[in-house]
């Protein structure tokens, strides 16, 4: 077993620490060198630090699993680097590194975050071989991020300063009111108890500076803040405006928009990665200090909320905008959230004229394009029906042929009996030939030939019931056939990234119509946008437009509807069963996007109190 040692001056200004060498590393005998090594070597030298300048080490020294024996074997691996090398900032990859530096464990939750542990700064970070192996995109752009983080504090580019904001706390009423007077942006953090449906303070700030935490909200407190945030004039800011809305309104404060919802906008523009207020921080800022172990009853864990918040929707104003997206975000997002809000709030009211007239429209246009399809692709399906038939006529005659019954070939006892199918022998006649001719060799190759032949028939005719319909865009099988098989459109397979299957789903689709190829082909880009806008109408039939579901209606006698259509917080989608509330650890696990609910079919919503 190679051992690989570390590499680099024991001057370096920062070290970086793996988990273990690869095969390129261990060829060479030297670390991050390979895919990986080149990888991180090229972000570094991009952030302004020559690689060469920066040493190389790993935990484990040899090609190993990380098991537990194996890292306390090597645990002490990199202990002559901890005590020579002068670097100040530790860059922990994986979560292997992250154990032995920090002892702490969460490589996810931690991952971008900066860490002081004697004397030195440690910034725990996805490993680098596991983002390249991963589809995930936006994890790279994040790696990216933490290592030049990491550069940045080895150069003295950035200093560790961690904000700590000014906490006044329970301001008076006539000081909230000056300070909220004339101001166009607020941020907002509450804290609250979902289960006993409290909430115990309200911190605000309007310079990310200063954080006024409200711990009680009196009659002349609560009179200054409902002032405030019924302003249409003032952006309210809030890590994750659904949670906060509801709290204020517990305390009786009615908020109106614009609200500006930081987990949307993130969730957004980097669909891909975990959303919380700890994990959005990390991802922007350069000094984020872990305070999420603090007690929530603590002010300034509140105010911390908040400044980062703060922060966070500087970071994001500047990336909307680098992205293009601030128009789409003010037009599209911005106005959906208070009706989002309404609808996980207070359940779902429809207007049952248009959505009737919806239903109708959308299941009209269905059977029309329904109807088109199977014209245009009628003489192509034809084609895929024919071989199956021939395949039952065939094996049918050669199964007439095979059952024929031999006269030669009688049984005495059983004149019946022709050796082609199973019998018990139980007669103990001496004339009996039952027994022989089972047993005959020629009689058992018949029998075979046949039980094949059936076998046969039974698939072919199996298959031909999916097909003899006619086209259905429903059935993947036969979208599937008419889009890749050469009978077909022959065109270019489109698979699922993670199956590895073809596939002809909406993305699919979409692929397609974007190659010239496909353009190419004669009358496969009407099939195509046919089949798309099918896929499109009935997936707004099932999902916004409220089928019925299990014998129940979707929608009761108060236009009300029903519990497990409720739209569940931020996705803007009904879901099935309870919807809970969405506390930072939950909200990770779904994809905010507010553009989920088609514009033409907004119009059905009847906002109500």
Known sequence: MIHVPGAGPLNAKLLFVGEGPGRNEEIKGRPF?????????????????????????????????????????????????MDLCTAKVILACGGVAVQRMLSISGIKEKHG?????????????????????????????????????AVRYATGEIKYNPVMPIVIENPSPTSVNQVLNGQSVVVVD????????TTFCVGFTVDGKTV?????????????????FSRKDLRKVAHYHFADVKALSWLGVDSVAPWFDTLTVFASLYPDLPCGLSHVAR?????????KHMDKDDPLYNAMDVAYTWRIYQAECVDLSDAGMWELYEQEIEPTLPLLYGMEERGLLVDRE????????????????????????????????????????????HLIIAEAIDPDVVCEVHPKYNGLRGKKFTTKNDKCKCKIIHENVSMAERRTSIAALRLEITKAKGKLKRWERGFDPDNNDHVRWLLYDKAGLGLRTQKNRTTGRATADATAIAKLLSLKTTQRKQGAVDILRAIKRIQKLEKRLSTFLFQSKAGRRAIDRNNCVHPQYRMRAGTGRPASGSDPYLDEKGVSENRFNVLNIPEAVRKIYIPHG
């Open 33 to 81: 060198v390979g895919m990986t090594g080149q990888f991180v070597r090229g972000i570094v030298e991009r952030a302004g630090l020559d690689p060469e300048d920066v040493r190389w080490n790993n935990v484990i020294p040899t090609r190993q699993k990380p098991t537990p024996a194996v890292l306390k074997e090597h645990w002490g691996n990199i202990a002559e680097d």
């Open 113 to 149: 975050g900066v860490y002081q542990k004697d004397g030195r700064l440690i910034i725990p970070c996805l490993h680098p071989a596991a983002v390249m192996k991963g589809k995930i995109q936006a994890e790279r752009m994040s790696c990216d991020r933490a290592i030049t983080r």
């Open 190 to 197: 509450t804290e609250f108890d979902p289960d006993k449906r």
């Open 212 to 228: 006024y935490s409200i711990g009680a909200v009196d009659n002349e407190m609560h009179e200054v803040l409902a002032k405030h």
């Open 283 to 291: 991802f922007y800022l350069d000094d984020v200090a872990d305070w």
């Open 354 to 397: 248009a959505l009737r007239t919806m239903r109708q429209e959308a299941t009209k246009e269905i059977g029309t394009l329904r109807k088109e399809l199977a014209a245009s692709v009628g003489v192509l399906f034809d084609k895929r029906r024919a071989p199956l038939v021939d395949i039952i006529e065939e094996n049918t005659y």
